[in-house]
Nanobody
Framework: QVHMVESGGGVVQAGGSLRLSCTAS????????MGWFRQAEGKGREAVSC????????YYPDSVKGRFTISRDIVANTLYLEMNNLKPEDTAMYYC??????????????????WGKGTLVTISS
């Protein structure tokens, strides 16, 4: 059974930074592409940072490009999301998930059983 636990969310002022972490069990990040997805209140889910299983490809939408960085520790089986220069529009629940297709232009989730429960990020203006 796959388990993913996110941490690191919180309330920060606009312009600030946060680092999210996701520790996985039942799944090896060496074999799966991984991603961070977010869902703001009243909006759909969107991918914000993804990394291919090999680590050779990453995906960032224009809205976060240059501000967010995804990374992983294979030994610790942990995924990270470094978020800088945060904006109020970054406010959302952030989820760690296994990813399906990851290219520089797209990132899709792998499946509904491969998600964490999320960590809330709130950016105050």
């Amino acid at each position: 059974q796959v388990h993913m636990v996110e941490s690191g969310g919180g309330v920060v002022q606009a312009g600030g930074s946060l680092r999210l972490s996701c520790t996985a069990s039942g799944l090896s990040m060496e074999q799966y592409a991984m991603g961070w997805f977010r869902q703001a209140e009243g909006k759909g889910r969107e991918a914000v940072s993804c990394i291919s299983w090999s680590g050779s490809s990453t995906y960032y939408p224009d809205s976060v490009k240059g501000r967010f960085t995804i990374s992983r520790d294979i030994v610790a089986n942990t995924l990270y999301l470094e978020m800088n220069n945060l904006k109020p529009e970054d406010t959302a629940m952030y989820y760690c998930a296994a990813a399906g297709v990851v290219t520089t232009t797209m990132c899709t989730p792998f499946g509904e059983n491969y998600w964490g429960k999320g960590t809330l990020v709130t950016i105050s203006s």
